[in-house]
């Protein structure tokens, strides 16, 4: 039980007194240098905090007339609640009072962090989405919901079965031949595959990125390397030393444009991966890992943009990983001042892109390295679309902030081989600022039956020849070939802009640093028209005409990525289409078209406030897609 007046006076008066004295010895234990410097410590701090106290102790001072009533109101309920918990707990033993006070830690405990993550369910989703979802997982809507998601994918099916039967190929193999076909009657029902996909020939592409690659040397080139490597697996490197000495090579190569290798950073070092995709991965993890090791982080959180790519929600879901989104600003860049009010003792990485996918721009790399090397936090550049085009471009005169490991705080970056690299589909590459990072993504296994057991990434057995041809590619072109392609490129990609902003209706989304030009409606065309232009009726026509643009949310708009294989001409033949199907949207803002485009999937999912009916509808179409038909 708690002492009462003088005697409880008294035993405070005791302790005081014994703290004190603890004190004096600590503080006559420290060396007097040490103490002089810590009194000057203090008294910095103490007349830096001055001016904050005293506005503070104003502030009290004007809110006291506010809460004193309330706080003379409270203090008798207070001081009775203290008297009956006395009272009822004069009655118990020593140890049940201990018993008593852990049952009751752990339960506030438990309730703090049902609240913790009740808050982070709110912050993630938003109102909006919680509400939709509850509506909707009610008894008399959920059934109907399902039946219209069982019609939906019916339909998705239905629709791509009718699409394979009118390519006229064979009818699809859904179990083994019996026996082995000829090589020519393969060959026969491959030619039949081929036929249903697109032809790309030389600067003629209508597809947005895709085929990044031009010239009939360098594809020749890149398909004999691959048949010179074709059995070759860089898991096991003291059968096929080759392809280990090419993946170094790749890497070193692509580390030196990136700030690394002999003219920047030494210590950078890196691995092939099979795609952007992985790549991100593959740092995430490493990252994730390494500051495990480092604070102990056991509830890890990765700050990105919007606008960042998809493969790091994918990342996140893996790894479980607490996915923190940022807002872009006003020129669709993530900004530091975000960064740093997002960052918490748990945040493991925080992402940049250079440039992002959707709008083609470089977020404030340098100003979010600043804040976030400040904090001993890794900061991932994704440079897949970006790596092998900006150096080269920034040569060239173009404006270009810095944004790889020349900028202190970037500690890694991923760039694909297979994209501007121009290699064969099936490469990539991840860099680090150290190994210290690096060797967090590799799985070493020493207690198999198996063996002793390491490997770099996800994949144990990879491609060498896939290998072979990024090497090839990057030896074949070298920097006078980047140069000559990214002149070409950025030319085409400025000839796009100005095309854009001469369209009527159309106006580029923010500045692009590269040859991916986002586009949208203008602002003044949607204050002359009700509705505005919609732009994905747009894209519709666009796709009937034979092209494949990537049609973008939150704004509305549609991109174009360059590349070696988009001609000049190719690109004013797509302006001229792109300012008809414009001007008739505008005549017809009303017009269905065939009702198969893209235009009524995505104002659905503008309008619909429950994202999980978008997902199904892209479950439904993924389940299809993998079907033989």
């Not at 893209?598 to 389940?623: C, E, H, K, N, W």
Request: hydrophobic share 45%.
């Amino acid at each position: 039980m708690l002492a009462q007046g003088p005697e409880r006076s008294a035993q405070l008066s005791a302790h005081g007194a014994t703290l004190r004295s603890w004190l004096d010895s600590a503080v006559q234990a420290v060396p007097p240098a040490a103490r002089e410097r810590a009194a000057e410590v203090a008294q910095v701090a103490s007349n830096a905090l001055a001016p904050h106290a005293e506005a503070v102790r104003r502030i009290c001072h004007r809110l006291h007339p506010v809460f004193a009533p309330t706080i003379a109101a409270a203090t008798p309920h207070v001081e009775h609640a203290a008297k009956w918990c006395n009272q009822h707990m004069a009655a118990l033993e020593p140890w049940q009072l201990v018993l008593l006070t852990a049952v009751a830690t752990l339960v506030a405990a438990r309730l703090l962090r049902g609240l913790r993550s009740a808050v982070r369910i709110v912050q993630d989703k938003g109102w909006s989405q919680l509400v939709a979802g509850f509506l909707l997982d009610l008894p008399l809507v959920r059934g109907r919901v399902a039946r219209e998601q069982a019609s939906l994918a019916a339909k998705v099916r239905e629709d791509l079965q009718k699409k394979a039967a009118a390519g006229g190929a064979p009818p699809a193999l859904r179990a083994l031949p019996r026996s082995g076909s000829a090589p020519n009657d393969v060959k026969r029902q491959l030619k039949y595959k081929e036929a249903e996909d697109m032809r790309f020939a030389d600067g003629d592409s209508r597809v947005s990125g895709t085929v990044y690659m031009a010239g009939a040397v360098h594809k020749q080139l890149l398909s004999e390397a691959y048949a010179m490597f074709t059995l070759t697996n860089p898991m096991h490197s003291d059968v096929f030393p080759s392809v280990r000495k090419m993946e170094g090579e790749v890497v070193a190569m692509t580390a030196s444009i990136l700030g690394g290798g002999p003219s920047g950073d030494p210590g950078v070092c890196g691995s092939m991966t099979s795609g952007g995709t992985e790549s991100i991965l593959t740092a995430v993890k490493a990252s994730r890992d390494y500051m495990a090791a480092k604070r102990g982080i056991t509830e890890p959180e990765m700050v990105v943009a919007v606008s960042a790519h998809a493969a790091f929600v994918k990342a996140a879901e893996y790894f479980k990983i607490r996915l923190i989104k940022l807002p872009v600003g006003a020129d669709y860049r993530l900004s530091a001042a975000a960064v740093r009010g997002a960052i918490g003792p748990n945040t493991v990485l925080v992402v940049a892109s250079a440039v992002g996918f959707p709008h083609g721009v470089m977020d404030h790399v340098e100003d979010i390295a600043k804040v976030t090397h400040r904090r001993g936090i890794p900061l991932h550049v994704d440079c897949c679309l970006g790596g092998f085009v900006l150096p080269f471009a920034r040569k060239l005169g173009h404006r270009v902030p810095s944004f790889d490991f020349s900028v202190p705080g970037v500690t890694s970056i991923s760039t694909d081989t297979h994209k501007f690299g121009m290699a064969h589909k099936g490469t990539s590459v991840v860099l680090y600022r150290s190994s210290d990072i690096r060797r967090h993504q590799f799985t070493s296994i020493t207690d198999w039956t198996g063996g002793l057991y390491i490997s770099p990434g996800f994949a144990g057995s990879r491609s060498g020849a896939l290998i072979a041809t990024a090497w090839a590619s990057l030896v074949h072109l070298g920097e006078e070939g980047f140069m000559v392609a990214c002149e070409t490129m950025m030319k085409s990609a400025q000839q796009f802009i100005a095309g854009v902003e001469a369209i009527d209706g159309l106006e580029v989304v923010g500045q692009p640093e590269m040859t991916v030009v986002a586009f949208k409606a203008s602002r003044r065309q949607a204050t002359r028209s009700a509705g505005g232009l919609d732009i994905y009726k747009v894209n519709d026509l666009l796709s009937q005409a034979g092209w494949h643009l990537n049609a973008l949310q939150r704004p509305a708009a549609l991109h174009i990525c360059l590349t070696a294989a988009h001609s000049q001409g190719i690109v004013q033949l797509l302006l001229r289409d792109l300012k008809e199907a414009v001007q008739t949207v505008l005549k017809d803002p009303q017009g269905k078209g065939d009702g198969e485009g893209m235009a009524p999937l995505y104002g659905m999912a503008a309008t619909v406030p429950d994202r999980r009916i978008v997902s199904q509808f892209l479950v439904a179409y993924q389940d299809a897609l993998l079907e033989a038909m």
